[in-house]
């Protein structure tokens, strides 16, 4: 089991940047690809970015964005600290939403569900 941790988010003017981090429990972090999504008020979460395990051995390492932040956003992570990263760069008002980080035991997938573990979301607002 994955217990996951968000932090980072806040308000932001468009054109600025922000660095969500998610802090994962349990000695199998690397085996999980992770997932970020985020939902918007009156709006169904959505996928924004994800990352392979290291166990997914044919494409170790890739990361998959959605169209609407590709460019603008980068994930990575560091499995020695446990820690998935989302850099959010030349940020737009529409990607004001909750930010949620999710964990799927399988391979990479786009669909939320097939992540088995969610955090409790963090809030992005992006305004002037």
């Known amino acids: 089991q994955v217990q996951l941790v968000e932090s980072g988010g806040g308000l932001v003017q468009p054109g600025g940047s922000l660095r969500l981090s998610c802090a994962g429990s349990?000695?199998?972090?690397?085996?999980?690809?992770m997932g970020w999504f985020r939902q918007a008020p009156g709006k169904e979460r959505e996928f924004v970015a994800g990352i392979t395990s290291s166990g997914d051995y044919l494409r170790r390492g890739s990361t998959y964005y959605a169209d609407s932040v590709k460019g603008r956003f980068t994930i990575s992570r560091d499995n020695a600290k446990n820690t998935v990263y989302l850099q959010m760069n030349s940020l737009k008002p529409e990607d004001t939403a909750v930010y949620y980080c999710?964990?799927?035991?399988?391979?990479?997938?786009?669909?939320?569900?097939?992540?088995?573990?969610w955090g409790q979301g963090t809030q992005v607002t992006v305004s002037s």
């Open positions: 999710a964990a799927a035991p399988g391979t990479f997938s786009y669909r939320d569900y097939d992540y088995n573990y």
């Open positions: 349990g000695r199998t972090f690397s085996r999980y690809t």
